[in-house]
């Protein structure tokens, strides 16, 4: 390929990434780490061509998200995950969610109901979203999500509340992430969206940036989410 066709390809594959949630800082380390094999974070700033300044914070996320790997050295030596890998992870879970929108569709079609999603745009209606739902839980919040850095710094006391309350709090996310005190803890690598069930009762899922969600009060539809994460629990 000539200098042009590899910068155009080069671009085309971070637009790519960026669909799934990357940004354009990330999707250049990732693609630029795939290519070195392995590297530290100046290394793969140069071939990234992003900023030294930037490049620990964008390859930590990286990490948080589960593309790259890192060693306990000192210079820090990153490795990225495997494309091959990456994208059998994220065929699971898109097949997931639209299995479980599938099953959205049997129900408003078998029960005639109009309106059992809501639709919530903005972190800030999310989060506050999120905060009603831990606030309500009467007997267990199940939170699947790669975001539980983000959820554990902005909900920390609803989170502290609700354990306060008796409630049993258990977290599936990625290896390594840091995680509420006292809750149960599931290591799941691959995730992309974050979902949330309390009670089997109500039932909320949102995008990987946290932009917008989806929420339902529906019983039926939060017990087969529910259903979905013990499974993902095992």
């Known amino acids: ?23 354009s800082y ?16 100046d290394n793969i700033a140069r071939t990234a061509k992003i900023p030294r300044t930037s490049a620990y914070k964008v390859l930590e996320s990286l990490k948080d998200r589960s ?7 000192r210079p820090i030596m990153y ?26 569709r049997d129900i ?28 309500m839980a009467e007997v267990r919040v199940i939170i699947s999500t790669p975001a539980i850095s983000q959820i554990r710094k902005k909900l920390r006391k609803n989170l502290s509340n ?10 599936i996310t990625a290896p390594m992430l ?3 005190p006292n809750t149960k803890v599931v290591r799941r690598k ?22 917008a969600c989806g929420y339902t009060d529906d019983p039926s539809l939060a017990l087969h989410l529910e259903r979905f994460l013990e499974i993902m629990m095992e």
Do not use: H, W
């Open 108 to 135: 408003v079609e078998f029960r005639g109901v109009p309106q059992l999603v809501y639709t919530l745009m903005g972190e800030d209606s999310v989060m506050e979203k999120l905060a009603e739902v831990m606030d």
């Open 67 to 73: 593309f790259v790997r890192s060693t306990e050295s």
């Open 178 to 180: 840091k995680t509420p």
């Open 79 to 104: 490795t990225a995950e495997p494309p091959e890998k990456l994208s059998a992870d994220f065929v699971r879970e898109i097949e997931s969610v639209f299995d479980r929108i599938a099953f959205l």
């Open 190 to 211: 691959g995730l992309i969206a974050t979902d949330v069930v309390a009670d089997g009762k109500v039932a909320l899922l949102a995008a990987p940036d946290l932009s």
């Open 1 to 23: 390929m000539e200098g042009k066709d590899v910068m155009k390809e080069f671009l085309s594959l971070i637009n790519g990434l960026e669909k799934l949630g990357l940004s």
């Open 162 to 171: 609700a354990l306060k309350r008796g409630v049993e709090v258990v977290v």
């Open 26 to 41: 990330e999707a250049r380390a990732y693609i630029a780490l795939v290519v070195i094999k392995k590297g530290s974070a």
